[in-house]
């Protein structure tokens, strides 16, 4: 639980999702198929229509309804995607909830850019080994590398990278490690574990596209693809990936955690504050906890709470040592905050494990708003890094 001291900048309080909206998902789940109002809603939730319809928009940025809808139509794609292409959209959209068939078309359109029977049609006319099992061995490598992947480290991401190379010719439609490695190759080009930068997230977006393609309904992969994407400045579309995961898996800490992320990159800190909260909430432990930590740490930043924001990510680097990338923050931030001291101790540890880092490298890393890159920028340079 985050919350800031008495006075003037006292920081918003950050909670977890409510229990009455964690009650609401799980019960959508069990109740596919019965028409939704909010009244209901509300009388499931325990609480007045006009709090439950404040925590949807405060958590999940949408309205009861809104959101009923979505998760419905995410549950209607997992069925058509999971047929054999011969199965009956009005069936398969009557046991999810929809009544109207001709706005349940419209709406499923809108969402996912072809209608209901298309998506059928591309199914009948897939690759043949489409729907091939997955080979075991690329199941075991990619989920063997995903701490390494999460540690956001060079020597992690590379030996990553290898296995998920040898995951993928194994088994060319198995999305999983193709979203792994794009993000692998976004963390490379963004926090310059390479020298190949164009090329990794050349890589990266491409991979992320394939995913995106191969699995629709894998809130997972979605959301490292949306990771990956993220890195690349391509900030909407990965907002998309990550709103279609968060449908599939309004539970899934990894989801939360790169939509903690997603905020603040665009200087929400308030919002990105509740998101960490509630990723620690759902996964108080690694590979998630030191992500969370510094990305609460950057949210501090965004605010101007420069102590903050230097505790909360030396903390996270100091659990995970080789994400000495998150240092530069902490120096930027120390330097804000009148440690400068500190934040050249910081810059100089950076350059030793980075020699050729540089304030360039460093502000292109993120896609955080530019005021906010300035100021890391300019916290970075009176710290002693070369500007060039």
Not at 30 to 39: M, R, S
Not at 328 to 335: D, K, L, N, T, Y
Request: proline residues 6%; positive net charge; aromatic residues 8%.
């Amino acid at each position: 639980m985050l919350e800031g001291p008495s006075g003037d900048d006292r920081a918003p309080r950050a909670t977890a999702l409510p229990r009455d909206l964690a009650r609401i998902l799980e019960w959508c789940r069990g109740h596919a198929q019965e028409p939704v109002q909010l009244p209901a809603l509300a009388e499931v939730a325990g609480v007045p229509a006009r709090t439950l319809e404040a925590h949807f928009r405060r958590f999940l940025g949408v309205t009861p309804l809104t959101w009923v809808r979505q998760a419905r139509l995410e549950r209607v794609r997992c069925a058509l995607l999971a047929s054999d292409g011969r199965t009956s959209v009005s069936r398969v959209a009557l046991d999810c909830g929809f009544t109207q068939l001709g706005r349940f078309a419209a709406q499923y359109s809108r969402r996912f850019g072809e209608l209901p029977s298309e998506t059928l049609q591309r199914i009948r006319h897939s690759r043949p080994d489409a729907f091939e099992d997955v080979d075991d061995e690329a199941t075991r490598l990619a989920w063997r590398v995903l701490p390494a992947v999460f540690a956001v480290a060079p020597g992690p991401c590379s030996r990553a990278i290898d296995d998920l190379e040898q995951a993928q010719e194994l088994a060319p439609s198995y999305a999983f490690p193709k979203a792994l490695a794009a993000w692998c190759f976004g963390q490379r080009a963004a926090h310059h574990f390479s020298s190949t930068v164009d090329v990794d997230a050349a890589r990266a977006v491409r991979l992320a596209m394939d995913v995106r393609r191969l699995a629709p309904t894998d809130a997972l992969s979605l959301t490292l693809a949306a990771g990956a994407l993220t890195l690349a400045h391509r900030l909407d579309e990965a907002r998309g990936l990550l709103d279609d995961a968060l449908a599939l898996e309004p539970g899934s800490p990894w989801v939360w955690l790169r939509r903690a992320w997603a905020s603040a990159y665009e200087g929400d800190a308030v919002a990105a504050l509740r998101q960490f909260a509630t990723t620690l909430h759902l996964m108080p432990f690694e590979p998630v906890r030191h992500l969370a930590f510094i990305g609460i740490g950057c949210a501090h930043f965004a605010a101007g709470r420069y102590d903050r924001a230097a505790r909360w990510v030396q903390t996270g680097v100091e659990a995970s040592p080789d994400s000495y990338w998150a240092a530069r923050v902490a120096a930027a931030a120390a330097v804000h905050a009148g440690a400068k001291a500190e934040g050249r101790k910081i810059v100089h540890r950076l350059l030793r494990k980075d020699p050729s880092l540089t304030v360039r490298v460093a502000r292109r890393a993120w896609p955080f708003p530019r005021a906010m890159m300035e100021r890391v920028a300019d916290g970075l340079a009176i710290a002693g890094m070369p500007r060039d």
